[in-house]
């Protein structure tokens, strides 16, 4: 994140020049005895450095301009002279990743005290220093493990405890953060770090402020993409599956994304995780996201389907209103795209749908072989030069889903004996001649 201005075209070579040259005599009034020369200069490179030229920002480097500024860090007489300076570390962490401008900034000891801003700066001060932390723990694991290494976790809750009273901006800043520090692979004792703050991520899904909501969904994906039933059960304690279902119904893509990710990672837990989420009423707003456009929230909400019909199928059978709706999300999603019909069966939806055609709910068994049939349906487009069977029909046979069609051509339901007939006359001709 950079600060102070967006990032224009490549000037010239000779305004990059003189601007280099600029740089050079500002630094050396860094080392000036008088605050008012320092405050000038560190302003004025500000400005300079936030115009994104990595060329500038190689030269301040070079300069010496970071323990300047890591100096400048420790003035509490002077906050602005501390603000400008978190202000240009912004701007030189704001690089692509695994960057040396980060590893610099590291190296010479500003982590530390940019986590001790957060406990004792005005609100400003707070803010720069968290763009300047959420930056360098972006840029890699081993930074974002430096930024933990040193506590940051504890003040920054204490910055979003009451997300209510808290500036806005900090708020969105805060929650920027937030989630920087928990992607990538957690660190071993992140849990114990992690899980007396969680009621506090469960708050900031209250808010009314969109960002703050994505940044803490991003949050708790990140916390639980590694499908540690220990941390999803830390997540679900916290009581944010409610909000999240409930959040879901938005269909906002921005929003929608970040839930069906952390929806996906709880199902990865064990039954007793999903049936939470079951009992939350996650299927019924499944089957509203599949009408969504947004080919990401589609994916992810697939996802969400295939992980919970893989995993518990013994609960499904048990429950007769879950297992409706699980078949007729599936089915909406077989009405989709080839892509979107080939990523539900590479999840076992195929199998998940011939399971269901045991249900003894006639509505039910007409809804799994209407999907099934489009299924099929699209499976015939990938015929040609060098597949030449129904890669989809292969699946349903191999699962035992084509001998359960082929009884349902005697079942009491019109509705139901009909679709198994035509599936077996259209895909399985011979199966169907010998049935009759």
Known sequence: MEEDGDTPSSPSPPCIINTIQHIRILTQSLSSDDPASQLEATTEICKLLSKGQIALIDQAIREGIVPQLVRFLERNDIPQLQSKAACILTNITSGTSESEHTRTVIKHGAVPLLVNLLYRGNYDMKEQALRVLGNIAGDSQSTRDDVLSHGA????????????????????????????????????????????????????????????????????????????????????DANVCPRLVELLQSLESNVAAPIL?????????????????????????????????????LRHACSVISNITRGNISQIQAEFDI????????????????????????????????????????????????????????????????????????????????????????NDNNGVSTMAMDILGTYWPESGSEQD
């Open 153 to 236: 976790l504890l003040p920054l809750f204490g910055l979003l405890w009451n997300p209510t009273i808290v500036k806005p901006s900090i708020l969105r800043i805060g929650t920027w953060t937030l989630s920087h520090l928990f992607h990538g692979k957690p660190p071993s004792k992140l849990l114990q770090q992690i899980q007396p703050a969680l009621p506090f991520v469960h708050n900031l899904l209250l808010m009314a402020d969109e960002e703050v909501v994505v940044n803490a969904c991003r949050t708790l994906s990140y916390l639980t993409h590694d499908g540690s039933s220990k941390m999803i059960q830390a997540v679900i």
């Open 323 to 410: 297992k409706q709706e699980v078949a007729q999300a599936i089915v909406n999603a077989a009405d989709g795209t080839p892509q979107q019909i080939q990523f539900l069966a590479s999840k076992g939806c195929i199998e998940a749908l011939c399971d269901l055609l045991t249900c003894p709910d006639p509505t039910t068994m007409t809804s799994c072989l209407s999907g099934l049939y489009n299924i099929l349906l699209a499976g015939e487009t990938y015929k040609g030069d060098t597949v030449w069977v129904n890669v989809y029909a292969e699946k349903v046979d191999k699962c035992g889903g084509l001998e359960k069609i082929e009884s349902l051509q005697c």
């Open 261 to 297: 990710v952390t929806l996906r990672n709880l199902t990865l837990g064990d039954e007793a995780q999903t049936q939470i989420l079951i009992d939350n009423g996650v299927l019924p707003c499944l089957k509203l996201v599949l009408s969504s456009c947004d080919k990401i929230v």
